[in-house]
């Protein structure tokens, strides 16, 4: 059996590695119990699916909060079970906020001390707590943090794609327009874009990615922590075509893309021209596919630029060349 004594130090005991590590942890979780909670608002962080990733100092928190204030208070209550945490709790979402602050100031006035979670990961991470933070803040009672996971950050780690500078945007608007209305705007951003997705509409977001970002590379994490965690990287395109193979996406997702490509982009000219030799050969749609792929650009501005070309080439047609791109930007 593995034991301290040959995995670390031939000092120590022979006692089994688990022993040792379950009495550590628990001598230091009894000092942390032994000390009375500071009054304030603790931001908890909790598990993103794997039960123990939860730290000590969050256990020992929610064990002597007064008040445990949860996004949904059933959901949360299997987590503190498994712990035995028998906390108080109460709900503090969307929906309770404005009802909930006043309250809450008024306990952190009596002195009490209060913990925040969600359902998982960190509070306030695309999760309720925002106004309830600065509301304690702007009263002057302290707001703590008790960190730990969140999958913006686990996703990001494993992603393989650069780690600074990143941009957390979260779920970008459901609705398609808007959607690539925001992408088109973070196009640019010299970071990692995180963005949070829901399994309906992981493709639907790829799939305007590509249109919006150009073929950059991407990570899509899926089930972090959890049983059926799978990673997927490489280009936009080829993620995409990975994914739609597959019969019905389930699960959490985070998705990362790269930033913009930093090799010299090309001149109009070189757009121009690559336009002058693909329009005798194929539509303008598969023109705009081909040339946004080959200079990694986002369709939209390719497309914008053979529309400006091919308006040039030939006045008198006021038409949209045909085959436009199925995502075609608004307006366009
Ligand atoms: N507060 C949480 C945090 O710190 O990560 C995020 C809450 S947000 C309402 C839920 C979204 O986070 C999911 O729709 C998914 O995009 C992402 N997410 C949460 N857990 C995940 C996991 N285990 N694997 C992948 N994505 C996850």
């Known amino acids: ?5 040959n995995h670390e130090s031939s000092t120590l005991s022979d006692e089994p590695l688990g022993s040792t590590i379950a009495r550590r942890i628990t001598s230091r979780i009894e000092e942390e119990l032994a000390r009375p909670l500071e009054p304030g608002l603790y931001v908890v962080s909790t598990p993103i699916g794997n039960i123990s990733d939860i730290t000590l100092r969050a256990l020992t928190v929610l064990a002597r909060a007064d008040i445990v204030y949860c996004e949904d208070t059933r959901h949360s209550k299997r987590l503190l079970t498994a712990y035995g945490l028998a906390p108080k709790q109460l709900r503090y ?16 006035a009596d002195g009490a001390s209060l913990a925040l979670i969600s359902d998982a990961g960190t509070p306030l991470i695309s999760d309720p707590g925002f106004k309830l933070v600065r509301a304690v803040l702007e009263a002057g009672y302290p707001v703590r943090s008790v960190p730990g996971p969140s999958a913006a950050i686990a996703g990001l780690s494993v992603s393989g794609l650069p780690t600074a500078p990143f941009f957390f945007e979260g779920f970008l608007p459901p609705k398609p327009m808007a959607r690539r209305k925001r992408l088109a705007q973070l196009a640019n951003m ?3 874009l995180i963005f949070y997705e829901a399994p309906t509409r992981v493709l639907a977001c790829l799939t305007d990615m590509l249109a919006e970002l150009g073929d950059r590379q991407v ?9 059926f965690e799978e990673t997927m990287g490489g280009t936009l395109s080829a993620v995409l075509q990975q994914l739609s193979q597959q019969q019905k996406l389930r699960g959490e997702f985070v998705i990362v893309t790269a930033p913009p490509s930093t ?5 109009r000219q070189e757009i121009e021209a690559a336009f002058e030799d ?3 050969k194929v539509s303008f749609r598969d023109a705009v596919r081909r040339i946004a ?19 040039s080439r030939c006045p008198s047609q006021d038409q949209t060349p045909g085959g436009e791109p199925d995502n075609e930007p608004d307006g366009a």
Do not use: N
């Open 1 to 5: 059996m593995k034991t301290l004594a």
């Open 93 to 108: 979402d969307d929906h309770t906020g404005d009802k909930m602050r006043p309250q809450i100031l008024q306990k952190l």
């Open 190 to 192: 010299p970071a990692s």
């Open 219 to 227: 990570a899509v994490l899926r089930e972090l922590t959890k049983k």
């Open 263 to 267: 090799a010299k982009k090309p001149s």
């Open 278 to 280: 693909l329009l005798d």
């Open 293 to 311: 792929a080959q200079f990694d650009l986002p369709r939209k501005q390719v497309y914008e630029l053979g529309l400006a070309l091919t308006t």
